[in-house]
């Protein structure tokens, strides 16, 4: 798979969204689970390698970005813009995906 990463850079990709914070598995509670590291490992949130993952996974995903322990994904694409230096995030861009899309032939709306 085609994929364009940047450091420092966010691509707004915002249609799904994961994070320790919000996973029932970590911080369910009574109702959390004693997950091995490997199982963590394979949630979106973990990592920048587990966020693209979810994002190749998900059908319908063109972008993704990660920070900490947050992973977002997303089923438009946008160039996004720099942030400031010390922000540690990851944007990526499925490009395969959005190339087909290019192909893809409208007709023309009628008002």
């Given at each position: 798979?085609?994929?364009?990463?940047?450091?420092?850079?966010?691509?707004?990709?915002?249609?799904?969204?994961?994070?320790?914070?919000?996973?029932?598995d970590?911080?369910?509670?009574?109702?959390?689970?004693?997950?091995?590291?490997?199982?963590l490992?394979?949630?979106?949130?973990?990592?920048?390698?587990?966020?693209?993952?979810?994002?190749?996974?998900?059908?319908?995903?063109?972008?993704?970005?990660?920070?900490?322990?947050?992973?977002?994904?997303?089923h438009?694409?946008?160039?996004?813009?720099?942030?400031?230096?010390?922000?540690?995030?990851?944007?990526?861009?499925?490009?395969?995906?959005?190339?087909?899309?290019?192909?893809?032939?409208?007709?023309?709306?009628?008002?």
């Amino acid at each position: 798979m085609n994929v364009a990463q940047r450091s420092e850079w966010d691509n707004y990709a915002s249609a799904k969204s994961f994070s320790s914070s919000s996973d029932p598995d970590v911080n369910g509670g009574a109702e959390s689970k004693n997950l091995m590291v490997s199982q963590l490992a394979a949630k979106p949130w973990y990592s920048k390698d587990a966020c693209q993952k979810s994002c190749e996974e998900w059908d319908q995903c063109l972008t993704w970005r990660y920070a900490d322990d947050s992973c977002s994904l997303d089923h438009t694409a946008a160039m996004g813009q720099r942030i400031d230096a010390g922000i540690r995030m990851e944007s990526g861009w499925m490009l395969d995906r959005i190339a087909k899309l290019e192909d893809i032939k409208c007709d023309a709306l009628n008002f």
